[in-house]
């Protein structure tokens, strides 16, 4: 359903461009589950604004392609893709608190998305509304509908958002960070949801993480992403139980758990490259255990590990391939 | 130049702390906002004392007061035997100030970024006074040493540095006095995966050279873990479960360190136990037993009349709800 | 555990940190348009100013009865007033002192306005007091308060200046205070805080310089009104004493010859519209760069 094939961002800084986000191609089944993970600064949120064309257009350079449904989202005329955002491919964010307008009723913010794309009236698209919280298990849907935002605790903002976004049964959700502003406690609750809802509709949906846990428990497919390119795509299964990139190794080990004790963690040495600043071969090499010389002089490819597992780590593709 | 610590006796010792917040404008709307109620606890040297809890639980206000950045509203904190509180307790500050120091969540707030991080570093030296420009040069280039930064820093500015080299920087800067004793507000909260790790393990390692204590501040149950000696939980301003670390993990009592430890999403693929319902309560309408009573699984009748006290269930480990008062 | 790589920012330029953010921040400025063209304006102007002596005759209070009401020419480019004394040259040498005026008082205001900003961002109960009385200053106009000042004092340079400081210190209090304010809940003055440091140490320290963008902004734009007040003050008569000149005097004592000598007026007038734009400019252009909120996230 949707096919991102070869999509780098740049973005302008002062001393010119600096790309935040490098030849990163995957795809996603309709009603499938994706999870990107990256730290911070490794082009996780950019590749998925990117999808909705999102970046202020005068600062960002977009190549590449994006096909949804056989149309490039990126080659799309503005009106076009504005019909497409939030009626095929809706999102959310991090924060629900500046996602809403503080002096709309959620009821109207839910509303307009529906009077917007499928044109009901005041009347009807309230009364959609109240079903919409409902879906999203707000409870006493009916009176809520005439609440603001500060009325509403985090986890019930963010549920608002969810019903804006599913207003219109989108085939594809984005959820960037959609759960990192909660409690604990809430956060399991919207991962909950999310799941439920996607059976529901029947959407696909991707989400965007620097927490491997959250994303281990939601998607079937994981993408690692590091400085900007796309370093592991496997089941999820195999990410965690045997992650293959050295990276993404790394990362599993350094979360804390709270199952065993631990003396010390594993910490990866060093830390990421500055986009502006990254090294010439494999950017992770100078935190690498495995780096061999060859590693730091030439930019590894992504390639075929095993079917539907890819990495970009010559070092464990050598390794592996007597077997195969 | 450490005044000697007797390892038996708290350095720490905390009874019945509270905080009141007033709320809303004057008259109308007004109310109190009780953020910590009724806390005590003692912290030993050369322990971590991990104190866990959502968004307003109260653990940084706690932590606030601690180091004397928030008064008291009642209660009682005895640091390295003199009382904070009261109306001696400002002098009884002053006189153990250099021996507390606290850690901010944010690295980016916490550093002046007009100054160089030799004059971030050295600032509780400046506020001390007394020291030669060489033994405070030289004492900076021990402390970005200690904390895994080059010397060469000193004269850089903080926008130059990542999350996790300032977190080492605002570490530095909290040794500079040699303290005994550092509350670490979500030290680690702000930081990526792999700088976490850095930063804790960094943490740990300081404590076993230099025999700190610390008060860990976390919502992260996992990472709590990983620094603790004892924990204690924190639900809506009151510790509800106060234990040494592996009794909390192994086999926590309370329903809402339950909770919590079911709700962290752990990195393996498969299904688990449907979350616990509803969210913290506001404390300006705290309901009349128990705080966690609207959410709880397990709640009976008795818990929405009556507060549960903080009692002892097992040696060193203390829970506040009513299913063990028979116990 | 050890995390010895070089900030690369650091690595590329060899100059030292503080100059390093300088140069950033003097090329985003240079780069802006506003600013550049005001800076230019005014630096024209304060260099005539300087040089008045080698540009001019010299002798701004020099009486000439044959050349009175001269009429723009040649010889007295922007003409002669009644009493025959060179229009342009004391244009040059009234620049010398509206700027000062300007430049003074919006300095003095500055100094004013932050301590008492920092006082009342800092002692919370005396925030109320202070601001209250900010308050009923700022109630006044400006330009009535310096006349009581001024007309208290008696005219007299000094007197305009401080009359014109203590009109601006109200607003230079609130923006200083505003700032403040958001500067006081930071980390970094907690962590002070807790090391124990003291209210002067902190204030001075950590919240000041952390203000001085604001500050600075609004320091411009006083400095524009300050000359506009002093040719306002001026015209009431209370302005700087004749004969040494000011713009507003210059157009005060033109103002009987308006019709039959516009140019008495006009010169002067197009000065302080001139450096009135310029710092304006300049100002606008020091907000859009200083200000961290429009600043671009690098």
Known sequence: MLQVENLSVDFRVDSGWIRSVDEVSFALDAQSTLGI????????????????????????????????????????????????????????????????????????????????????????????AAGLLDMVRIPDAKRRVTDFPHQLSGGMRQRVMIAMAIACRPRLLIADEPTTALDVTV?????????????????????????????????ERVLVMYAGELVEDAPARN??????????????????????????LYAIPGRIPDPGDRPPGCNFAPRCALAQPACSATPPALDTLAPGHRIRCPVRLAAREPAA | MKDTTDPAVPIIRVRNLRRDFKVGARGRGRGVLRAVNDASFDVMPGETLGVVGESGSGKSTIGRMLVGLLPASGGEIELFGETITGPLGKRALARVRHRLQFVFQDPHAAMNPRMRISDIIAEPIDIQGGWSRKARADRVSELLDLVGLSAQFADRFPHEFSGGQRQRIVIARALALDPDFIVCDEAVAALDVSMQAQVINLL??????????????????????????????????????????????????????????????????????????????????????????????SAFDRCKTEAPALREVAPGHSVACHLYDGA | MTDATVPPAAARAPLSPGAARRRILMRRLWRHRSFRLGAVILLVIVLMALAAPLLSNGEPTKMNLRARFAPPSADFIFGADNFGRDIFTRVLYGARISLWIGFASAMLAAAGGALVGLASAWYRRLDGVIMRIMDALLAFPAILLAIGINAALGPQVSSVIIALAAAYVPRMARIVRAAAL???????????????????????????????????????????????????????????PPPQPSWGNIIAEGRDYSVEAWWIMLFPGLAISLAALGTNLLGDGLRDVLDPRLKIEA
């Open chain 3, 182 to 240: 958001v500067v006081r809940e930071l980390d970094y003055v907690d962590a002070a805080r807790v090391s124990g440091a003291s209210a002067g140490r902190i204030i001075f320290r950590h919240i000041l310089p952390n203000c001085l963008a604001p500050l600075i902004v609004s320091l411009t734009f006083v400095f524009a009104y300050a000359i506009l007040a002093e040719a306002a003050l001026s015209f009431l008569g209370i302005g700087p």
């Open chain 1, 239 to 264: 990410i965690f139980e045997a992650p293959a990139h050295p990276y993404s190794e790394g990362l599993l080990k350094a979360i804390p758990s709270a199952d065993v004790d631990m003396h010390r």
């Open chain 1, 187 to 219: 956060q399991a609750q919207i991962l909950d949801l999310l799941r439920d809802l996607r059976e529901e509709i029947g959407m696909a949906v991707i989400l965007i993480s620097h927490d491997l846990g959250l994303v281990a428990e939601f998607a």
């Open chain 2, 204 to 297: 740990m390692d300081l404590q076993d050279r230099l025999g700190l204590s610390y008060l860990f501040i976390a919502h992260d149950l996992a990472v709590v873990r990983a620094v603790s000696t004892r924990i204690a939980v924190l639900y809506a301003g009151e510790i509800v479960e106060l234990s040494g670390k592996s009794a909390l993990y192994e086999d926590p009592r309370h329903p809402y360190t339950q909770a919590l430890l079911a709700a962290i999403p752990r990195p393996e693929v498969g299904v688990r136990k449907p979350p616990i319902r509803g969210e913290v309560p506001s404390m300006l309408n705290r309901p009349a037993g128990c705080a966690l009573c609207p959410r709880c699984p």
């Open chain 1, 37 to 128: 993970v990256g730290e911070s600064g490794s082009g996780k949120s950019v590749t998925a604004l990117s999808i909705l064309r999102l970046h202020a257009r005068r600062n960002t350079r977009m190549t590449g392609r994006i096909v949804f449904d056989g149309e490039d989202l990126l080659a799309m005329p503005e009106r076009r893709l504005h019909e497409m955002r939030g009626r095929d491919i809706a999102m959310i964010f991090q924060d629900p608190m500046h996602s809403l307008n503080p002096v709309l009723t959620i009821g109207d913010q839910i509303g307009e998305t529906l009077r917007i794309h499928q044109g009901l009236n005041r009347a009807a698209a309230e009364k959609a």
